[in-house]
């Protein structure tokens, strides 16, 4: 390390240093009266937002190569455009999940 790199290393540590401890000392002090702090039992009783509302959340979606039957694959497209959403939801319904 330079001189120069340096000195410019230890002022942005001090920096760092100085926003970490006003950081602290804003958390430490910070109230709103508004949002009550939560007690441990309070908080076992939250539930999150998925298990409430599934509907909210779309699975993740991942690209593959399968190998299809040309008459099956044909059915499906012959419904019109989305037949992948389709056959997603119909291998949904077939293994058991919505």
């Known amino acids: 390390m330079t001189k120069t790199s340096d000195i ?5 540590n001090r920096n760092d ?10 958390n430490e002090t910070f109230e ?3 949002i009550p702090e939560q ?14 509302h599934p509907e909210w959340f779309k699975p993740k979606k991942v690209t593959i190569t399968i190998r299809i039957d040309v008459d ?10 989305g037949y992948q959403t389709r056959m997603n939801a119909d291998l949904r319904k077939a293994v058991g999940l919505k």
């Open 72 to 81: 099956v694959l044909n059915k499906y497209k012959s419904m019109g455009k």
């Open 17 to 26: 240093e100085k926003e970490l401890q006003e950081f602290e000392r804003f």
């Open 32 to 34: 709103d009266p508004e």
């Open 8 to 12: 410019q290393y230890r002022k942005q």
């Open 39 to 52: 007690s441990e039992e309070q908080l076992k009783e939250f539930s999150l937002a998925k298990e409430i």
